[in-house]
């Protein structure tokens, strides 16, 4: 049985088409900088989003029609399998996310809920194996349930931190079964409402450990993903304490993390953050952490993780050139955590909201190519830090052959010289322009 009998496996077609099922930028084998798109991008679609949302939003209603809902909480979940591999197939994406609660319903106990789980992920094992399909990543859902209240890794209640433990190991089962690449903890509740009841080291201190213990478990069970902690500022919680890139950073060296632990960056958490896509990506790309995307975009007029399929180019251009800088982003990928707007409520429009973010990727994935054939960003850098390397002085700081005081004299003898370089920004941010439309 088919849950899109309307559309056909997505081709490329081009920007003329008229055919909305159809890529009008991305075509999966195009060789870009001597890799095939769908190499660089590493497409993955969130189970999540696309699977589980109702379209219900606090004033109002579910407005979305799916076709799953059968008629045990345990049919939809067998049902969702199906839909999910044939939206996949279509649409020619080869990787998938998704949280434990996603696939299976937690039923009346954690027996259940690890039996559900089990038997779920079997179904999606024969799907990959028939498909070829893979899994980027999964992660436990560890701030739906009322018990997540105080977090889970930063619970101020060890009974919850056991039920949390229990999920990620889990968690780690499945994805030694399903091959997982990566393995992601978002700490959604790991932060805090109000500094008068937290001890902040603790709570630290306790991620901290359920961080390691995962470790150790991934080599005591011979299946070691690359772990990714998801860095969000605020949202659920007031403050989380994984912030952004840069204090997930601190965080990840402060407890001796690195080697096994990088980043998953979403784009709309870097502006809830106050930062641009391209900033967190350049952060994590500096310190070597640069795991994985979670590509979508905010709404600048809303405060809040709106998840909107990516459709900014210009934006996406700047993210897929960290990305090229980067050497490539696996074993990471592009995944869609991205809902459809509430009004987008038609099953098709699942299918018509993938396509759009590929072809911004695309778009962004070959621009962000042009920029570094023609060296335009490297040319910029070399001028503006020119001096450093075509003065005496440059080169002798940089020689590590100065001091204060030989630097101070300098200044008295040439201070008042300084020739100072205009930045022309505004025309350089005119040709950028150029390159994307
Ligand atoms: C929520 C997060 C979440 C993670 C996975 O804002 O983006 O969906 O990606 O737990
Ligand atoms: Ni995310
Ligand atoms: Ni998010």
């Known amino acids: 049985m088919s849950y899109?009998?309307?559309?056909?496996?997505?081709?490329?077609?081009?920007?003329?088409?008229?055919?909305?099922?159809?890529f009008r930028h991305y075509k999966a084998d195009e060789v870009v900088l001597g890799k095939p798109m769908k190499e660089h991008l590493r497409f993955a679609v969130a189970y999540w989003h696309t699977m589980t949302q109702d379209g219900s939003d606090p004033f109002g209603m579910p407005t979305n029609e799916r076709t799953w809902i059968g008629a045990t909480e345990m049919d939809t979940a067998k049902n969702r399998v199906e839909a999910f591999f044939e939206i996949l197939e279509k649409l020619g994406v080869e990787y998938f996310c998704?949280?434990?609660i996603d696939v299976a319903p937690a039923g009346n106990s954690i027996e259940e809920f690890m039996n559900n789980l089990d038997e779920i992920t079997d179904l999606i094992k024969v799907k990959m194996d028939q498909t070829g399909i893979k899994l980027l990543w999964n992660t436990a859902n560890m701030f739906s349930h009322p018990r997540f209240n105080n977090g889970a890794g930063s619970t101020n209640d060890p009974e919850v931190f056991a039920y949390a433990a229990a999920q990620v190991k889990k968690g780690l089962d499945i994805s030694k079964k399903l091959g997982g690449a990566n393995y992601v903890f978002w700490g959604g509740r790991e932060g805090y409402e109000t500094l008068l009841n937290t001890d902040m080291k603790f709570e630290q201190d306790n991620i901290a450990r359920l961080f390691k213990m995962s470790i150790a478990y991934g080599e005591k069970i011979g299946h070691k993903p690359q772990f990714l902690i998801e860095p969000k500022p605020k949202e659920p919680s007031k403050h989380q304490y994984d912030f952004d890139a840069a204090t997930t950073m601190a965080f990840i060296k402060n407890y001796g993390l690195e080697g096994d632990f990088k980043l998953n960056l979403e784009a709309n958490h870097a502006t809830l953050a106050g930062h641009t896509f391209e900033h967190e990506l350049r952060v994590a790309r500096e310190y070597g952490a640069l795991g994985s995307i979670d590509a979508n975009q905010g709404d600048m007029l809303l405060g809040w993780d709106t998840d909107e399929f990516p459709t900014n180019v210009m934006d996406v251009t700047l993210a897929m050139y960290e990305i090229l800088q980067n050497g490539g982003i696996a074993p990471g990928g592009v995944n869609f955590d991205a809902k459809v707007r509430r009004s987008s409520f038609a099953m098709e429009d699942l299918i018509l909201a993938h396509i759009a973010g590929m072809d911004t990727f695309a778009r962004g994935l070959k621009v962000a190519a042009k920029l570094i054939e023609d060296k335009f960003i490297s040319d910029l850098l070399a001028e503006r830090y020119g001096k450093w390397t075509n003065t005496e002085i440059g080169k002798s700081i940089l020689a590590g052959k100065e001091d204060l005081e030989s630097l101070s004299s300098y200044a008295y003898k040439h201070g008042d010289a300084i020739e100072l370089e205009s930045s022309h920004i505004e025309y350089v941010k005119s040709v950028l322009n150029d390159y994307v439309f």
Do not use: L, Y
């Open 98 to 100: 998704f949280h434990d």
């Open 4 to 22: 899109f009998p309307q559309v056909e496996k997505i081709q490329f077609e081009g920007k003329g088409t008229k055919n909305r099922f159809a």
